[in-house]
């Protein structure tokens, strides 16, 4: 056994100092860009959300488990790598005893012959096996050269997929072969349990040969696997765990991240900072966490699959968007390495490739990728390793917009008119209160401070006071607090924009200004609870106005109506005899996990029948307006809100309800075309869960 102990360290010796070459360079070329130590802090600093989260996404499989049956196969060959490390102790150890002693008998101390422990062995190898034959047919089946564009593995590394399923498989043939061989020569340590390997011990010839040879294979399949390994997208079994402790908590959605330079948040006031390093415009510039990303990623297509700008035939993949940078990265690595130990490229062609932008017309990311992006955050929520590629996207805006002034024209226009009067459509800030007039009670307004015995300030947002669809939910919620009891006021000519669509369209510091403006407003006038019928002003008040000092108790009309319905301050009693479809607005439902109460207070409301689309709830179909895109020119393409109108036309409804101003405008505009062309019927519109409630409540008093 002396010539096989030999072999097998020098195999582990050769395989582990390739695979450690690797690990290095890979860790040299993450900490090339700038730091993220807000990852640090936080894991640092909340230690039980992470061990949550490593138990609930990592070892638990969650996200995955939600993809059937290629979640369960997944689970199963990940707790193989967990499991059967016992055995390459196992392995190891009879090596080397059997090199000293002549007898590779080795059983871990304690319970290396609890056949509980045989068992899971064999039964994690086999079930490991089934996994890999499903893992075969999902791939053929979903084959991009059968589907195209509809394969969630469109544009992934599949010959390198193919070599790693073909070496787990070698792995775990060999581990029964060398694990048969020894119970034919009484080695193996377990006497029951091992169902698999006590089995083909009976079958198998009593050879020491035969033993040896196995146990070299199978450490030997293992240890070119671990240098594959390190060397492919399966990388992700090391950095995965990694990329799931530093992502953003609770998830990578809710509110964007604030800008950084040089790892400390941006200050826009410093006469020091240099306007070139706001954003990310070349691959230097991403953080170790956004390497992570890269490193991570599986490509599953889970993403691909979910975004609404792929299903409609536009550019953007959010896993190509990660694998195009990971290539480049790799690509260009050699030299950003080189230039970081002080290495002057003269080579044109090098320099060329260090400077290459990340976006534009020869740039790693194509422009229309980056701006087909509506934020619905469908790829975040789906991805089993937390890759955020939502963050990626903003940073890369960020610096088209900030530095290069690169961004749709459209969006101009909304730019240039917030920063004039604060809003959007450029309206006067005069006509934010013009929809009080329409109400038959008193609303009212602050003036320096919140009136005393007032609870809530209701957030109307731009929207809500400025668009008339809009302007109908605005009064249906005022109507209905009113009715309950609710005290309230609003801001009127005071509020501005809260800065989201500045903000998702990568002009940071507008959004600055815009926060720093309201937080000041909101401050002065001692606010300290807040309703937003605006999901894109509910999450920007909520989850990104705390990075400024805006802390405030911010809640969604259609959290405080559920709340009221079930408290009996408000009764919905006249009967709304329609079959009515929801569609759940992004930012409210994936970005802030409000999935129950808009359905809740439907089925209050008597005499409603609701039919749920086919795409619903966490895997929701975005209207379109997200990410600024409200503003922009959808030119390539299936139009998105046409997409999610022709969906909920399948369910046949009387009415499509929703609970965001947005919503409201891209679904109503789809409907309007759709009954021009005869396609919907005259009757259908799209209306707030507000206003089914205070129809049904007003018509009981």
């Known amino acids: 056994m002396l010539w096989v102990a030999i072999i097998g360290l020098v195999m582990t010796v050769v395989a582990v100092a390739l695979a450690g070459r690797r690990a290095l360079f890979l860790y040299k070329l993450a900490t090339v860009g700038p730091p993220a130590p807000e990852r640090v802090e936080y894991a640092r600093t909340h230690v039980g959300d992470e061990v949550k989260a490593q138990l609930v996404e990592v070892f638990g499989q969650k996200k995955l488990l939600k993809w059937t049956p290629s979640g369960v196969a997944h689970f199963f060959v990940m707790w193989a790598f967990f499991i059967l490390l016992t055995v390459y102790i196992e392995a190891y150890g009879a090596i080397i005893q059997g090199a000293i002693t002549g007898r590779p008998n080795f059983h871990i101390p304690l319970i290396g012959q609890w056949g509980v422990l045989g068992f899971l062995q064999d039964f994690i190898a086999v079930a490991c096996l089934a996994g890999l034959v499903a893992f075969a047919i999902i791939r053929v089946k979903n084959s991009p050269k059968t589907l195209g564009r509809d394969s969630r593995f469109s ?67 293992m240890l070119v696997f671990l240098v594959i390994v390190v060397n492919s997208k399966h990388l992700h079994i090391f950095t995965a765990p990694l990329n799931v402790l530093f992502s953003r908590r609770p998830d990578g959605l809710g509110g964007a991240p604030e800008m950084r330079v040089a790892g400390k948040p941006v200050d826009f006031e410093d006469e020091d900072l240099d306007p070139e390093k706001l954003g990310r415009g070349t691959i230097a510039d991403t953080t170790w966490k956004g390497f992570l990303d890269f490193y991570s990623c599986t490509e599953c297509g889970r993403c691909q699959s979910q975004c609404p700008a792929w299903n409609t035939d536009k550019p953007l993949s959010p896993k190509m968007l990660i694998l195009d940078q990971r290539d480049h990265a790799f690509k260009v690595a050699p030299y950003l390495l080189a230039a970081q130990q002080g290495v002057e490229h003269k080579d044109t062609d090098v320099l060329a490739l260090l400077e290459k932008p990340l976006v534009g017309e020869e740039g790693v990311i194509h422009p229309d990728v980056l701006w087909s992006c509506t934020n619905c955050g469908a790829c975040v929520e789906q991805c089993p390793v937390d890759i955020e590629h939502i963050d990626h996207i903003l940073d890369m805006r960020r610096y088209q917009v900030m530095v290069e002034s690169s961004f749709p024209s459209e969006a101009g226009v909304m730019v240039k008119n917030l920063e004039n009067k604060g809003n959007p459509w450029g309206m006067s800030e ?175 409301v008597p005499g409603v029948q609701t039919q749920e689309m086919h795409r619903h709830k966490d895997r929701g179909f975005c209207c379109g307006a997200g990410g600024a895109r409200m503003w922009m020119e959808e030119r390539i393409g299936k139009r998105i809100n046409t997409e999610r109108v022709d969906e909920a036309l399948t369910t046949n409804p009387d009415t499509v309800s929703t609970a965001c101003p947005f919503c409201m405008v891209m679904l109503g505009d789809a409907i309007n075309e759709k009954k021009n062309n005869g396609e919907a019927k005259e009757s259908l519109e799209v209306v707030d869960v507000a206003q089914l409630l205070i129809k049904s409540v007003k018509g009981a008093s």
């Open 155 to 221: 544009g992934s590394h599949l010959g390198g997929a193919w070599l790693v399923l073909f070496m787990i498989f070698n792995i775990i043939w060999t581990l029964f072969l060398a694990r048969g061989a020894a119970a034919a020569n009484g080695n193996l340590p377990y006497s029951s349990g091992a169902f698999v390997s006590l089995g083909l011990g009976e079958v198998l010839p009593q050879s020491h040969l035969l033993e040896e040879i196995a146990l070299l294979l199978h450490i030997g399949f």
């Open 430 to 604: 005069m006509k934010r209160a013009d929809w009080i007039e329409e109400l038959d009670f008193e609303v009212e307004i602050v003036e320096d401070k919140m009136p005393e015995g007032t609870e809530y300030l209701f957030w109307v947002g731009c929207a809500g006071a400025l668009e008339d669809r809009a302007k109908k939910t605005t009064k249906a919620v005022a109507e209905l607090l009113h009715i309950a009891g609710v005290k309230f006021a609003v801001l009127g000519p005071m509020e501005a924009c809260s800065g989201d669509p500045a903000r998702r369209l990568g002009m940071e510091y507008l959004f600055n200004m815009l926060a720093q403006q309201n937080i000041e407003t909101l401050n002065e006038a001692g606010v300290k609870k807040i309703v937003a019928t605006c999901p894109h002003c509910f999450n920007t008040l909520a989850n990104e106005y705390p990075q400024l000092g805006g802390a405030y108790e911010v809640v969604h009309h259609t959290q405080l109506l559920s709340k009221l319905v079930d408290e009996g301050l408000l009764t919905p009693v006249t009967p709304i005899e329609e079959k009515i479809t929801y569609h759940d607005p992004c930012f409210l439902g994936r970005h802030n996990k409000v999935y129950s109460q808009p359905r809740d207070i439907m089925s209050k």
